[in-house]
């Protein structure tokens, strides 16, 4: 191969290489931002869904709680990082429960794929933005069980409701 031949191709290869890192780069905790907020899940009694911090430090903080006939059944607290090798991972400690990792496998600007095989339930969590006002999150085992999975459908809503009158 001739050496203008070569120079010629050069700025394809770069252009390659650049693709090719960009694709291969981690996802980013930002595309996450939309969870910002309060999620009511549909169909269940009011306080029943998550709430998820602002987007500070490279972490969004998420709280959920199950809510039946007027009491508190279940609960978690979620922690979303984004470390500094480039994992994203969701921390997950239900109702007081150790903590459980898992990494981001697929993230973009409407869904995130969190999986930890190892784990007995779930190995994988998803989330879904639908819209603006709507998200979908669902709990599975990673070889695509549908018996063995829960939808999670959940609509926007404001933060801090009304203070209970004393």
Known sequence: MSNRIALSLLPLLLLAASAHTQAASPPKIAQLAWLTGCWQLDGHPEGAGEQWSTLAGGTLFGSSR?????????????????????????????????????????????????ENPANDFPQRIRYRRLDEQRAHARIEVAQDNPEQAVDFPMHRVACGGPVPAR
């Not at 059944?73 to 109702?95: I, K, N």
């Open 66 to 114: 199950s809510v039946r006939d007027g009491r508190t059944v279940g609960f978690e607290f979620m922690q979303l990082r984004q470390h500094d090798d480039g994992r994203l991972v969701l921390t997950a400690l239900p109702s007081g429960q150790n903590p459980t990792d898992f990494n981001a496998t697929h993230v973009d600007d409407t869904e995130a794929v969190f």
